[in-house]
């Protein structure tokens, strides 16, 4: 399954962003997805999954309440719906799918995205 991640940018604290993931396999709709990030010089940390269809989702602490994972099956696609965005979530967002159950362990997931960069500047 090839990945396509899109929609990062650079905002201000405060603003908003949706990213999408397109898949190009419609075995897709079959695999749980999950939303990562990695800032420089740290570790890569999950922060949603969404279930494969989509009924279940979980987000970490950090991002709880401001991010909200979706995904339509039809057309193939997952998004991130970031909002409140603050600077530290300045990291570059990857987008992964896996068979199974969704997790926020970035070292399930067997296929990924290019990354793309969101910067949130104060």
């Known amino acids: 399954v090839q990945l396509q991640a899109s929609g990062g940018g650079s905002v201000q604290t405060g603003d908003l962003l949706r990213l999408s993931c397109a898949a190009s396999d419609p075995r897709f709709k079959d695999y749980a997805v999950g939303w990562f990030r990695q800032a420089p010089g740290k570790e890569r940390e999950g922060v949603s999954c969404?279930?494969?269809?989509?009924?279940?989702?979980h987000y970490p602490d950090s991002v709880k309440g401001r991010f909200t994972i979706s995904r339509d099956n039809a057309k193939s696609t997952a998004y991130l719906q970031m909002n409140n965005l603050k600077p530290e979530d300045t990291a570059v967002y990857y987008c992964?799918?896996?068979?199974?159950?969704?997790?926020?362990?970035?070292?399930?997931?067997?296929?990924w995205g290019q990354g793309t960069q969101v910067t949130v500047s104060s």
């Open positions: 969404i279930s494969s269809i989509g009924g279940r989702t």
């Open positions: 992964a799918t896996k068979a199974g159950t969704m997790t926020l362990r970035w070292d399930e997931y067997d296929y």
